[in-house]
Nanobody
Framework: QVQLVESGGGLVQAGGSLRLSCAASGRTFSSYTMGWFRQAPGKEREFVATFHWSSSNTYYADSVKGRFTISRDNAKNTVYLQMNSLKPEDTAVYYC?????????????????WGQGTQVTVSS
């Protein structure tokens, strides 16, 4: 059973930084695509960033490109999202997701496994 546990959310002022972590367990993730999504109140869940464990390529939503960085620690089976230059519009619950597939995905419905989410609030 795949388990994803996010941490690292919090309250930060605009322009600040946070690093989210997603600890993954229950599988060997070398064949998995991992993604970060976010959902603000009253809005649909939206793609933030993704990569495949077998590749060094990373992909980002235009809204976060140049500010956010997705990375991984293979030994710890942990995925990170470094968020810099945060804006009030980045406020949302951030979710880690996993899907066993050879392709990366930018749509939420493509992912089978989800964490519980961590709240990020950016004040102006």
């Amino acid at each position: 059973q795949v388990q994803l546990v996010e941490s690292g959310g919090g309250l930060v002022q605009a322009g600040g930084s946070l690093r989210l972590s997603c600890a993954a367990s229950g599988r060997t993730f070398s064949s998995y695509t991992m993604g970060w999504f976010r959902q603000a109140p009253g809005k649909e869940r939206e793609f933030v960033a993704t990569f495949h464990w077998s590749s060094s390529n990373t992909y980002y939503a235009d809204s976060v490109k140049g500010r956010f960085t997705i990375s991984r620690d293979n030994a710890k089976n942990t995925v990170y999202l470094q968020m810099n230059s945060l804006k009030p519009e980045d406020t949302a619950v951030y979710y880690c997701a996993a899907d066993q597939d050879i392709f990366v995905h930018t749509t939420a419905r493509a992912y089978d496994y989800w964490g519980q989410g961590t709240q990020v609030t950016v004040s102006s």
